[in-house]
């Protein structure tokens, strides 16, 4: 089990930028327990969809709607992960939910969303 800890959400205007964190209860890099973790989001709406991850061994993958917009990094020292999202836009606007996958125990855990606004 493994508990996300999701912070940084706020409102912005356009252009504007944030940075999410997501802390992991567990050192979930140094074990080999995590296969990847990342950010979806979800807008009313809408379904939930892939922002972006990174996986155990350093790979990225990014939804195609923030490419070159968004960079998802990691601090293994510190059980974390990070979004830092440039350049935001009005559809940006979201529940951005953290989550992860664990090789150990087959399971995907998510944390609580961080609401993410972008207005004028």
């Known amino acids: 089990q493994v508990q996300l800890v999701a912070s940084g959400g706020g409102l912005v205007q356009p252009g504007g930028s944030l940075r999410l964190s997501c802390v992991a209860s567990?050192?979930?890099?140094?074990?080999?327990?995590?296969?990847?973790m990342g950010w979806y989001r979800q807008a009313p709406g809408k379904q939930r969809e892939l922002v972006a991850r990174?996986?155990?061994?350093?790979?990225?993958n990014y939804g195609d709607s923030v490419k070159g917009r968004f960079t998802i990094s990691r601090d293994s020292a510190k059980n974390t992960v990070y979004l830092q999202m440039n350049s935001l836009k009005p559809e940006d606007t979201a529940v951005y939910y953290c989550?992860?996958?664990?090789?150990?125990?087959?399971?995907?855990?998510w944390g609580q969303g961080t609401q993410v606004t972008v207005s004028s």
């Open positions: 989550s992860v996958d664990s090789r150990v125990t087959s399971g995907i855990y």
């Open positions: 567990k050192s979930i890099f140094s074990v080999n327990w995590m296969g990847w």
């Open positions: 990174i996986t155990n061994g350093g790979d990225t």
